[in-house]
T-cell receptor
Framework: GQNIDQPTEMTATEGAIVQINCTYQ??????LFWYQQHAGEAPTFLSY??LDGLEEKGRFSSFLSRSKGYSYLLLKELQMKDSASYLC??????????WGAGTKLIIKP | IAGITQAPTSQILAAGRRMTLRCTQD?????MYWYRQDLGLGLRLIHY???????GKGEVPDGYSVSRANTDDFPLTLASAVPSQTSVYFC????????????????FGEGSRLTVL
C-alpha cells in the first residue's frame, strides 16, 4: 500500500528553528509537496521537490532524498503566525497526490 | 479575485437527504478535485476530473457523485446522506503540465463543513 508518515504534533519556540520530517512509500514518484494549513482554513502550497537536495524559499526550506523516501520541511526564525498544520504529499505514478495526516506545529513565545 | 468558490460554507443535514456541494473556479484549470478531511486523517480524494467532460473515482468515492459539464464547475452530490459523511469537504483545482498531467500545486476552496445527523 501507499503511505505517508509524519509526526502528529510538534512544539517549538518563537525565533527558533524546527524540522518536520516526512517519510513515504508510494507507487511511483512524481514529486513531493508541502502545504500549510491554518486551523479552520484551506491548505496552501508551500514547496515542491522532485530532485534530491534542498530547495530554499525565504524562511522555509524543503529537502528530498528519493533513495531514502524521506523529506523534511525546515522553518527558520519561527513566528507565531507559523502555528499551523503542515501537510506532506507525494504525487504517485498516476499523478495523484497521496497525503500525510499532517503535523500540527505549536509555537510558544 | 481569482480562485475557487465553494458553497455552502456550512450545512447541517438530516440523514437520507440529498445534498449538492457547489464548486466554481475562474482560473481555467483543467484538473479539479474533491477531498474530505477528517480529524487525524490525511486529505482523502473522493472524485477528480482531469478535464471537462471526464471524471474519475478517488480513494473514497462511495456515496458521492460528481459531474464536469464545463471547465469552471465541479459539483459534488451526496445522493442519500449518512452520518459517516460528516466532514469538511474541500474542492481544489490545478493547472496542467506541458505533458498534460496535473501539477501538484493545488488551489483549494475555503471548504464546506457538513454535518449529517
Amino acid at each position: 500500500g501507499q503511505n505517508i508518515d509524519q509526526p502528529t504534533e510538534m512544539t517549538a519556540t518563537e525565533g527558533a528553528i524546527v524540522q518536520i520530517n516526512c517519510t513515504y512509500q508510494t507507487s511511483g514518484f512524481n514529486g513531493l509537496f508541502w502545504y500549510q494549513q491554518h486551523a479552520g482554513e484551506a491548505p496552501t502550497f508551500l514547496s515542491y521537490n522532485v530532485l534530491d537536495g534542498l530547495e530554499e524559499k525565504g524562511r522555509f526550506s524543503s529537502f528530498l532524498s528519493r533513495s531514502k523516501g524521506y523529506s523534511y520541511l525546515l522553518l527558520k526564525e519561527l513566528q507565531m503566525k507559523d502555528s499551523a498544520s503542515y501537510l506532506c504529499a507525494v504525487m504517485d505514478s498516476n499523478y495523484q497526490l497521496i497525503w500525510g495526516a499532517g503535523t500540527k506545529l505549536i509555537i510558544k513565545p | 479575485i481569482a480562485g475557487i468558490t465553494q458553497a455552502p460554507t456550512s450545512q447541517i443535514l438530516a440523514a437520507g437527504r440529498r445534498m449538492t456541494l457547489r464548486c466554481t473556479q475562474d482560473m481555467r484549470h483543467n484538473a479539479m478535485y474533491w477531498y474530505r478531511q477528517d480529524l487525524g486523517l490525511g486529505l482523502r480524494l473522493i472524485h477528480y476530473s482531469n478535464t471537462a467532460g471526464t471524471t474519475g473515482k478517488g480513494e473514497v468515492p462511495d456515496g458521492y457523485s460528481v459531474s464536469r459539464a464545463n471547465t469552471d464547475d465541479f459539483p459534488l452530490t451526496l445522493a442519500s446522506a449518512v452520518p459517516s459523511q460528516t466532514s469538511v469537504y474541500f474542492c481544489a483545482s490545478s493547472d496542467s503540465t506541458t505533458s498534460g498531467g496535473a501539477t501538484g500545486e493545488l488551489f483549494f476552496g475555503e471548504g464546506s463543513r457538513l454535518t449529517v445527523l
